[in-house]
């Protein structure tokens, strides 16, 4: 298993050598993370928090890796990173939780008449 940083070196390894195979549609991506980054209102700290708990919501271990450690350079701490973590989790929990009083809770209704 990779280390954190072994995992965020990859990962800036891999898109340089896309941005070579693929500059335009690296550019654009790269614009893309840009873009939204900087034409925020949110500060870069909460902005890393919402990134950090998307990437656990996704449970993309790359994402999570780079975005802690971008977190952490910028000055986030332990806490804010398990907070914004947890609420990730919320997140994933909760929508199963209220899909499954709905939906499957409506299909045994309905085959059960």
């Not at 999570?64 to 701490?77: E, S």
């Not at 990173?81 to 409506?106: C, H, N, Q, W």
């Amino acid at each position: 298993m990779r280390t954190t940083q072994e995992s965020v070196a990859s990962i800036q390894k891999n898109m340089g050598e896309m941005s070579k195979e693929y500059p335009e549609f690296m550019n654009a991506f790269m614009g893309l993370i840009k873009s939204a980054e900087e034409q925020s209102d949110l500060d870069p700290k909460t902005t890393e928090l919402i990134l950090i708990a998307l990437a656990v919501s996704q449970q993309c271990g790359y994402c999570i890796d780079l975005h802690v450690a971008k977190g952490l350079k910028m000055g986030l701490t332990r806490r804010e990173i398990l907070d914004a973590s947890k609420l990730a989790v919320v997140m994933g929990g909760g929508p199963a939780f209220t899909y499954m009083l709905e939906a499957v809770r409506k299909a045994l209704a309905d085959l059960s008449e």
